[in-house]
Structure formats: structure tokens, C-alpha cells
């Protein structure tokens, strides 16, 4: 019966109807204390309700259970990093890096690397997870941000770009827009600039004001 929970908390989460998942974990626990995918789905449940301290302490249960647990330590380290609390994070995510490493694990664990100002080892870590996943944005646009933050503009500007070829999203072009502001090559960064007006980025009057100061 806690298996058929599970199952059904899994699908729930799936479909971002969280507080139906976490009732169904509730069931699970009731009748399993040492089931740790219940403790997990709803920490992870929780976490995206963005109910940090519960989600926490969801995660730590289910990694006290069965401390082979990924996605425990997954859910924690993203948990940490929402807390504040980068360098927890990052051994979360050396934890989950030895159990399964994945793309989403080096991505995150980037995250958190950006976050504490560690640019060199941000952008090994985003290397890593684009042998896992080539054709995903998200480490590409990591790896831009702390090559931007390195100064080495010319490399940022070619990871914005692999980043927008997977993803058009504007917030890519913006930072790429910055990045050729830094170059002082303001009139690259006003056609950039003028791309973003025409997509589906929603603070539309902050892109003209920006644009009236170049």
C-alpha cells in the first residue's frame, strides 16, 4: 500500500500539484517510518511550495534513512542554496556527484560555486555537465556568467550564444547585452537590446530605459 502511494505522490509532483503530494506521503509515513522515497517526494514537494526549513528537514529525514539516497542529497543542496548557504549545498551536491552524477548535479553545484565568488572551479563544473547534456542550456549560461565575471568577455559572449541556441530566452540576451556593454561595443549591445523588446521578456520599460543610456 505505501509503494501505491509513492507512485501516486511521484505522479502528483510530476504535475506540480504539491500539497496532493504531500498528503500522499503522509499516508506513506503513517504506514512505513523508515520509507525514505516518501521523506524524499515530500521534501521535494515542499521545497517547490518553497517551504525551505520543512523541506530541509524532509531531506535530512530521508538521508538519515538510506544515506545512499541522491536525490535527498539533491533536494537538500538546492534546499541550502535557497537558505543562503552555499558551501552546505556544495557538499550536498558531492554527496549526490558520488551516488549518480548527472547533468542537473554539476549544474546546481555551479549555482552554488557562482554564488561563493569560485569562478574557475563554476566553469569546470558547467564543463562537466555539458558532457552529460550538450543540447541543455542552463550550464552553458553558468559557464557565461563566471567567464564574464573572469573578464574573458569574448568567451562569455560564445557560451551566451551556445546558451540562446538551446534556449531563447531573453534573459540570455540580456546578460549578453551586458557583457558587450563591458566591451564598450554599445551599438552591438543596442541591437541585442532591441531583440529582447521584441520577445516576451516582461519589464519591457527597464530594456528602453537601459537602451536611453547608451
Do not use: W
Amino acid at each position: 500500500m505505501g509503494f501505491r502511494f509513492d507512485m501516486i505522490a511521484s505522479t502528483l509532483l510530476s504535475l506540480q500539484r504539491y500539497q496532493e503530494a504531500i498528503n500522499c506521503c503522509d499516508k506513506s509515513i503513517q504506514l512505513n517510518q523508515k520509507n525514505d522515497l516518501a521523506f524524499t517526494n515530500k521534501g521535494s514537494a515542499l521545497y517547490s511550495l518553497n517551504k525551505y526549513k520543512e523541506a530541509l528537514e524532509y531531506s535530512e529525514k530521508a538521508i538519515k534513512i538510506n544515506p545512499k539516497n541522491d536525490i535527498a542529497f539533491g533536494t537538500k543542496g538546492l534546499t541550502l542554496l535557497k537558505l543562503q548557504r552555499p558551501q552546505e549545498a556544495i557538499q550536498c551536491f558531492d554527496q549526490e556527484i558520488k551516488l549518480q552524477p548527472k547533468y542537473q548535479t554539476f549544474t546546481d553545484k555551479a549555482n552554488a560555486l557562482l554564488d561563493l565568488k569560485r569562478f574557475q572551479e563554476a566553469i569546470e563544473c558547467c564543463d562537466k555537465a555539458i558532457q552529460f547534456a550538450p543540447d541543455r542550456d542552463q550550464a552553458f549560461f553558468f559557464k557565461a556568467l563566471a567567464l564574464s565575471s573572469q573578464k574573458k568577455y569574448q568567451d562569455a559572449i560564445k557560451c551566451y550564444d551556445e546558451a540562446y541556441q538551446r534556449k531563447k530566452h531573453p534573459m540570455i540576451l540580456l546578460n549578453k547585452a551586458y557583457v558587450l556593454i563591458d566591451m564598450n561595443k554599445k551599438e552591438e549591445a543596442k541591437i541585442i537590446l532591441k531583440q529582447i523588446l521584441d520577445s516576451n521578456f516582461q519589464d519591457k520599460e527597464f530594456i528602453k530605459g537601459l537602451l536611453k543610456t547608451l
